[in-house]
């Protein structure tokens, strides 16, 4: 069993930037791809970001791109997600998760969640 925690999460402006950590329990940590998807209200979870086992190949959604970087430590047990260039509607509850998967890109392919940690974004 793997349980995720999230940190990182707060207030700031448009244009500015977080960086979100997600630290895993279990020695498994290592074989998952891990990945981090967002659910603002009243909208669906959405596919973020994902990174494979080894740290190589990582993928994002279109509208991230160039914005948001995932990166892991597997010595750490964490997986990482940095965020520049903020925007409003980066706005959300932001889920680390985690699957056996090599491709990690929707709810279906999660096996474990984080609880979430909140990104609010102020124009």
């Known amino acids: 069993q793997v349980q995720l925690v999230e940190s990182g999460g707060g207030l700031v402006q448009a244009g500015g930037s977080l960086r979100l950590s997600c630290t895993a329990s279990?020695?498994?940590?290592?074989?998952?791809?891990m990945g981090w998807f967002r659910q603002a209200p009243g909208k669906e979870r959405d596919f973020v970001a994902a990174i494979s086992w080894s740290g190589g190949r990582p993928y994002y959604r279109d509208s991230v791109k160039g914005r948001f970087t995932i990166s892991r430590d597997n010595a750490k047990n964490t997986v990482y997600l940095q965020m520049n260039s903020l925007k409003p509607e980066d706005t959300a509850l932001y889920y680390c998760?985690?699957?056996?998967?090599?491709?990690?890109?929707?709810?279906?392919?999660?096996?474990?969640w984080g609880q979430g940690t909140q990104v609010t974004i102020s124009s």
């Open positions: 279990g020695r498994t940590f290592s074989s998952y791809t």
């Open positions: 998760a985690a699957g056996r998967a090599l491709l990690v890109q929707t709810p279906r392919e999660v096996g474990h």
